[in-house]
Every structure is written in C-alpha cells, then in structure tokens.
C-alpha cells in the first residue's frame, strides 16, 4: 500500500506544480496584459494630451489672429477718423472765411469753369454774399456773361454752374470730395498714419 500512497502523493504533488505552474503563467500572463493595457493607455493617454495641446495652440492662434484683424479694424477705422476730421475742418474753414477770401475763392472757381452763359445756383446760405451785383463784377472781369439764378441750392455752400447741356458743381462738399480723392493717400502720409 505503501506504493500506493507514494504513487499518489507523487501525483498530488505532481498536480500542485503543475497548478502552481499554470497559476504562476496565468498571473505572469495577467501581469503581461495588464503592463501591456497600462502602455496602451499611457500611449492614448499621451497621444489625447498631443491632441488637446494642439487644438488648444489653434484655437489660440485663431483667437489671436481675430484679435488681431479687430485691432487692425479698430486702427484703419481711427485712421479714417482722423483723415476725415482733416477734410471736416478744411470744409468748415472754407465755409467760415470771411466775406472777402470766401468771395475771391468762389471767383477762382468760377473762372476756371465758367462758360458763356452759365447760369451760377448759390447756396442759400450765401444768399448775402453771392448775390447780383457780385455776378455782375465777376461777368465783367471775366468777359463772359453770366447770370445769377433765381433758384438757391440746397447745399451748404459754393456754387453750381448751369446751362443748357450740363451743371458744374462747384459746392464747397464736391471741392471737399475732389479734394479728399487726389489727396488722401498724402494726406495719411502727411499724417504719418
């Protein structure tokens, strides 16, 4: 019997290596996979992280770069403000001229554009100041006959010259028009802008 029991202990303990065997390869095997998920993630982890920065440094540079194009915007429209201003007040200080420099501007106008029978329209603000007699003066001195004409223009001040095939305007807000469109771009230069 003896065989027996020795038979059987050497089977049992037989068994227990080899189930300590295979529990030993199952938990190196667990341990393996597991180290192997851990890697994976850490991989997914650091690619997610990649990922994020990147998305972030668009958004940013996106970001910058709209706040940069409104401040670009918020300059040209300050810019434009201070262009216009200088033309605003050239207008007002050709409209607040006194009588005589206001008169011996409108001649210089009227004398580069007139035609023989143009019929001068002033504003109705300089009713005082361009008047009959004045049309009478400037006919003369400028050997052309013209003519004052009943009608009073609705701008601000200047002149438009009328006749048969077509009008001159000569208003004080289309000198200012012509004027900013031949010399805006020195004027920004002048400006330093």
């Known amino acids: ?21 295979m529990v030993e390869e199952a938990v190196n095997a667990q341990n393996a996979a597991i180290d192997a998920l851990r890697a994976e993630l850490e991989e997914a982890r650091l690619d997610a992280e990649k990922s994020a920065q990147a998305a972030a440094q668009a958004a940013y540079a996106g970001r910058l770069k709209l706040g940069e194009l409104e401040a670009g915007k918020i300059e040209l429209r300050a810019k434009r403000e201070c262009v216009s201003a200088v033309y605003a007040a050239v ?8 009588d005589g420099e206001y008169l011996k501007l ?8 007139a035609e023989d029978g143009d019929e001068i329209i002033a504003a109705k603000r300089d009713s005082k100041r361009i008047n009959a007699a004045w ?10 006959k013209l003519s004052l004409s009943k009608e009073q223009g609705d701008f601000d001040g200047g002149v438009v010259l009328r006749n048969a095939k077509y009008d001159r305007d000569l ?3 289309e000198i200012i028009s012509d004027l900013t469109e031949k010399t805006e771009s020195g004027t920004v230069s002048a400006l330093d802008l």
């Not at 409108?106 to 554009?113: G, P, R, V």
């Not at 049309?135 to 003369?140: D, F, L, M």
Request: aromatic fraction near 0%.
């Open 135 to 144: 049309v009478k003066k400037i006919s003369t001195a400028l050997k052309k």
């Open 91 to 98: 207008r007002e200080k050709i409209l607040g001229l006194p």
């Open 1 to 21: 019997m003896q065989g027996k029991e020795n038979l059987i202990d050497d089977i049992l303990q037989s068994a227990q290596k080899t189930s300590a065997a």
């Open 171 to 173: 208003s004080v807000d």
């Open 106 to 113: 409108m001649q210089k106008l009227i004398a580069a554009n």
